[in-house]
Nanobody, 120 residues
């Protein structure tokens, strides 16, 4: 099982980025998946999650600005991030599991992360 994130980088406040998480080793549509973020010295924070049935959950801090989605044909998970703020700066990770852990960091499989830096 492998998860590989991409799409991070520097962006100005108010801008947008789309993160991707390429999945291999399992069929992403059968798994529950989530995006987390972490800054040094802080706990990993759940940002958005999607169940195997397509249901979604978002942290209050990103509701209305971030959208999680999946392309089952490409076995890829996405996070569209709009109206970015400096406080969104973090390392972003995708995670997967057969169990839907919502926004809890209990997923079995994790990627290596992609850095997002939002400047004011």
């Amino acid at each position: 099982v492998q998860l590989v994130e991409s799409g991070g980088g520097p962006v100005q406040a108010g801008g947008s980025l789309r993160l991707s998480c390429a999945v291999s080793g399992f069929t992403s549509s059968t798994y529950c998946m989530s995006w987390f973020r972490q800054v040094p010295g802080k706990e990993r924070e759940g940002v958005a999650a999607i169940g195997s049935d397509g249901s979604t959950n978002y942290a209050n801090s990103v509701k209305g600005r971030f959208t999680i989605s999946r392309d089952n044909a490409k076995n890829t998970l996405y996070l569209q991030m709009d109206s970015l703020k400096p406080e969104d700066t973090a390392m972003y990770y995708c995670a997967a599991d057969r169990v839907y852990w919502w926004l809890l960091p209990r997923y079995n499989y994790w990627g290596q992360g992609t850095q997002v830096t939002v400047s004011s």
